[in-house]
C-alpha cells in the first residue's frame, strides 16, 4: 500500500464519521418534523419550530461546509478528491479490486470535486458569509432544505464509491439507531409547576448566569488572534482587543464563536443540575 493510498484510507474513516454523524441529525430533524405533523394539536405557529428549523439548518450547514474546506491541515471530502484528482497514478486499479468495483470501474475525482463544489456553492457562501462570519457582502439567496438533503446524500455516495475503491470494501452509511424518541412521551412540563411567570431562578443559578456572564464578556475582551503571512493562516494566542492595533491580526471569530458555544453549553448543563426548589 502507497503512502497516499495509506492516507486516504484513514481520511475515508475519518469523514465517514462526520457524514455519518449528518445523516443521524438528518434522521432526527426528520423523525421531529414526523412527531409533530401526526399530532394535530401541535399544528399551531410557535416560535419553537423556527428555533428548530434554523437549529437544524446551521448544523448541517457547518458540517457540509467542513467537508468542502480544501487545506493541508484539514480532513475532508472535497480535500480528499482533490489529492486523487493530482495523483491518479495512486489510485489502486479497477483488475486490483473485487467484484463490487465494476460499478466505479471508471472514477473521476476531479470531476466528482467538481459535482460536490457547484451543488453546495449557495451553502457555502450561507456559512462563510452569514454562520461563521458577518459578512457585507449581500447573499443572492439562502439555501434551501433540498440543497442541504441532495447535497448529504452525494457526499455519502460518493464516500461509498472512494471506500470502495481504495479500501475495497462495500460501505452503507446509515444513521445511528438508539431510541432518544422516548424522551417525547414524558410531560416536559408537570402539572403541579408554577406557570413560567411565576418561576424564578435560586441563589446558585443566579450565580451561575452572572459567573457566566463574566466569563463571556472576558473572552470577548481577550480575544484568540490569528495573522495570515504568504497564505498561511498562523494562530497568534490571546491578547486584550484594544491592544491590537496592527492591521495584520484578526479575531479568530469561528473559534471565539465555538468557545463561546462551548461556554454557555455547559453552563444551560450546570443551570439544569443547580435546579431545584426555589430558596
Known amino acids: ?52 428549523l434554523h437549529t437544524y439548518m446551521a448544523y448541517i450547514s457547518v458540517s457540509l461546509r467542513r467537508q468542502l474546506k480544501r487545506k493541508d491541515n484539514s480532513i475532508s471530502l472535497c480535500g480528499l478528491l482533490f489529492d486523487m484528482s493530482e495523483n491518479k497514478n495512486d489510485i489502486p486499479k479497477y483488475e486490483k479490486n473485487n467484484i463490487f468495483t465494476h460499478e466505479y470501474a471508471f472514477i473521476d475525482p476531479g470531476e466528482d470535486l467538481e459535482k460536490i463544489k457547484k451543488l453546495s456553492e449557495t451553502i457555502e457562501e450561507f456559512v462563510d458569509r452569514r454562520i461563521a462570519h458577518t459578512d457585507k457582502r449581500p447573499l443572492d439567496r439562502l439555501p434551501n432544505p433540498n440543497e442541504i438533503e441532495e447535497c448529504i446524500s452525494m457526499m455519502k455516495d460518493i464516500h461509498k464509491k472512494y ?37 424564578s431562578m435560586n441563589e446558585k443559578q443566579k450565580k ?48 471565539l464563536f465555538i468557545q463561546w458555544l462551548f461556554v454557555i453549553s455547559v453552563s444551560v448543563i450546570g443551570w439544569l443540575l443547580l435546579k431545584s426548589k426555589l430558596d
Open 1 to 52: 500500500m502507497s503512502n497516499k493510498v495509506e492516507k486516504w484510507s484513514k481520511w475515508l474513516d475519518v469523514i465517514g464519521v462526520q457524514i455519518r454523524n449528518m445523516l443521524t441529525k438528518q434522521d432526527t430533524h426528520h423523525t421531529v418534523l414526523k412527531i409533530i405533523a401526526e399530532n394535530k394539536a401541535l399544528h399551531q405557529n410557535n416560535p419553537f419550530y423556527d428555533h428548530l
Open 163 to 199: 471506500y470502495l475503491v481504495i479500501k475495497n470494501f462495500n460501505i452503507e452509511l446509515m444513521p445511528a439507531m438508539y431510541e432518544w424518541d422516548q424522551i417525547f412521551k414524558i410531560p416536559w412540563i408537570q402539572e403541579n409547576e408554577p406557570n413560567r411567570a411565576g418561576r
Open 208 to 255: 451561575l448566569v452572572i459567573g457566566t456572564g463574566v466569563i463571556l464578556i472576558l473572552m470577548a475582551l481577550f480575544p484568540p488572534f490569528i495573522v495570515t503571512i504568504n497564505g498561511m493562516t498562523l494562530n497568534v494566542g490571546y491578547s486584550f482587543i484594544l491592544f491590537q492595533s496592527q492591521q495584520v491580526y484578526q479575531v479568530h471569530t469561528s473559534l
